[in-house]
């Protein structure tokens, strides 16, 4: 039997962990030790190739000071909140980004810069950076 894809919301909450992790400047092996694990099943998770059960999202949550509801804010569904408005999910490329470490590094230094003006110069030439290196995506 062919093993079957991950589940879009293990996937994505295992990428949440794994944000919130590089956030917190953690190694794969030191959340793995706080939770009793290898660093492989941590990776195992963060793929979404494991499921996290309840009891396990909630040491995580804990771990990552964060509430177990940050671990699934955006998640790819079809939930609505309490007026039944159903929420759009941020697009899947956001959250992959600022899953690596350059996305997070360069999100830390962004944020830090407080003059407006420099802020939007930096985007006006990534965006021109980016246009140069795929004219087609326009």
Do not use: W
Not at 32 to 51: D, H
Not at 95 to 114: H, K, M, N, Q, V
Request: no cysteine; net charge positive.
């Amino acid at each position: 039997m062919p093993p079957t894809a991950p589940n879009p919301v293990d996937k994505y909450v295992g990428s949440r962990v794994r944000m919130r992790r590089l956030m917190l400047e953690m190694s794969q092996e030191r959340l793995g030790e706080a939770l009793g694990l290898t660093f492989q099943q941590v990776q195992k998770y963060e793929k979404g190739t494991n499921r996290i059960g309840a009891s396990r999202l909630q040491q995580l949550a804990d771990i990552l000071h964060v509430p177990v509801a940050f671990l699934f804010e955006g998640a790819p569904s079809g939930s609505s909140n309490a007026d039944g408005f159903v929420e759009p999910a941020s697009p899947a490329y956001v959250a992959d980004f600022l899953a690596t470490s350059e996305g997070l590094a360069l999100t830390r230094a962004f944020t830090r810069i407080t003059d407006a003006k420099l802020r939007r110069a930096i985007v006006d030439m990534v965006e021109h950076i980016a246009a140069r290196e795929a004219p087609d995506r326009r």
